[in-house]
């Protein structure tokens, strides 16, 4: 019984939230297949996973919005959701491109803790700063989903055939390990994610 009255309690907006989740998930598995059969198809059918995500994400927000169904639910699967299609998924097309170092994984797991960080900074911070309006007027660092850009970046590689070996910028021993100057993009991105000086607008 407790499992249909959490059935019950889904909103219109979940499932588009969801089929964001689902995307993620999708990601992954195409770029673990990737890893295993070096079949681009596989690697381009990950990146497309980004992007479509994207669209369910937006979704989400003005569906709820549109219908007035807005919720601590609903936002905590926002999240959840964004950080498998935003954070792990491009972390781990990254190292299926080729960010298999050392540093490369360190920076990897470094931009998803920073995915992590930032989502759960905007859940506990969203009540204050919207003052009582329906949405927040401001992200507070960049917001996850614009790691679609690093996989568009991973995509057109992938296009041009510069995957493995062949990365662009190439790789350089550091130390123990080896660091893909590619996978620097990881950190930036992340930096700015949890950066608390950076704001910008929200449509």
Known sequence: MKHFSMIREFQ????????????????????AAFIGTH???????AALMAPAALVF???????????????A?????????DIISFGIGPATLGFAAGLQGG????????????????????????????AGAAKV???????????????????VAAWQQRLGADLWFGAIDLGPWTLHP?????ALSGTLMISKTLRIPKL
């Open 12 to 31: 219109l907006a979940d499932f588009f939230t969801l089929a964001n989740a689902a995307c993620g998930a999708l990601m992954v598995f195409f770029a």
């Open 73 to 81: 639910l609903g936002r905590e699967l926002d999240s959840l959701a």
């Open 39 to 45: 079949a681009l198809q596989h690697f381009l059918l």
């Open 137 to 155: 007027p401001y992200f507070e660092g960049t917001p996850i989903p614009t790691s679609v850009l690093l996989v568009v970046v991973l995509a």
């Open 103 to 130: 540093w490369d994984v360190l920076i990897l797991i470094y931009f998803v803790c920073c995915g992590v960080s930032r989502l759960a900074r905007y859940n506990v911070t969203a009540e204050s700063l919207s």
């Open 182 to 186: 590619l996978s620097l993009l990881f």
């Open 57 to 71: 994400d937006v979704l989400d927000g003005r569906i709820a919005r549109w219908r007035h169904q807005q919720s």
